[in-house]
């Protein structure tokens, strides 16, 4: 059983531009949510994908979007980057069909700075 | 009034003592507690998790939630060096649609040898 992945690692943009922050999920599983995690903060929920649709939203501007493939992977987009954005960017995978119990499997993040 | 309070330390205690972790919460609709550990520059991973009120075990680890007090507990018996990390405690309702995880800002851990 393969676990969550993320790349890039790590990213560097300048205040303006466009990211994208792409999400493998683990094997067996259909749902993919993102939280952005500052420094020295707990992860905030940004939104979730289920079966390739938006289930749910934090409070997050709508120029933070995603998106989700038939195979369950994911990708988070974010434009026009503000020095804010700078957070460690976490994906989980999960079954969202097996309830509220179900474990939420972390990636290892994507670290963005914004400069 | 954060939905969830956390303590974020730093906490810092010699090898072999008992660490105890708490938060605090305001919406009652939280059913699943759970407790993540992050260690520095990883993504988080579930370490205990409880539904509703009650203690669970699993070996050096002991889960408290008492939800009439809208308190949880984590506490970690004979901490090692290898437990230093930051401790995250989340939650989450039994309703809604996407079960989405509420996080507490984290205690950074440190347990010197």
């Known amino acids: 059983e393969t676990g969550v992945t993320q790349s890039p690692t790590h990213l560097i943009k300048t205040r303006g531009q466009q990211v994208t922050l792409r999400c493998s999920s683990q094997s067996g599983h259909n749902t993919v949510s993102w939280y952005q995690q500052a420094l020295g903060q707990g992860p905030q929920f940004i939104f979730q994908?289920?079966?390739?649709?938006?289930?749910g939203r934090g409070n997050f501007p709508p120029r933070f979007s995603g998106l989700q493939f038939p195979n369950y992977s994911s990708e988070l987009n974010v434009n026009a980057l503000e020095l804010d954005d700078s957070a460690l960017y976490l994906c989980?995978?999960?079954?969202?069909?097996?309830?509220?119990?179900?474990?939420?499997?972390f990636g290892p993040g994507t670290r963005l700075l914004v400069l | 009034q954060k939905e969830v309070e956390q303590d974020p330390g730093p906490l810092s205690v010699p090898e072999g003592a008992i660490v105890s972790l708490n938060c605090t919460y305001s919406?009652?609709?939280?059913?699943?507690f759970m407790w993540y550990r992050q260690y520095s520059r990883k993504g988080p991973e579930l370490l205990m998790y409880t539904y509703s009120s009650g203690n669970k075990e699993d070996g050096r680890f002991t889960a408290q939630v008492d939800k009439s007090s809208k308190y949880i507990s984590l506490f970690i018996r004979d901490s090692q060096p290898s437990d230093s990390a930051t401790y995250l405690c989340?939650?989450?309702?039994?309703?809604?649609?996407?079960?989405?995880?509420?996080f507490g800002k984290g205690t950074l851990l440190t347990v010197n040898p």
């Open positions: 994908y289920y079966r390739e649709e938006e289930n």
């Open positions: 989340a939650m989450t309702r039994s309703g809604g649609s996407n079960y989405k995880l509420t």
């Open positions: 919406n009652s609709a939280f059913q699943y």
């Open positions: 989980a995978s999960s079954s969202h069909d097996r309830g509220p119990q179900e474990t939420q499997y």
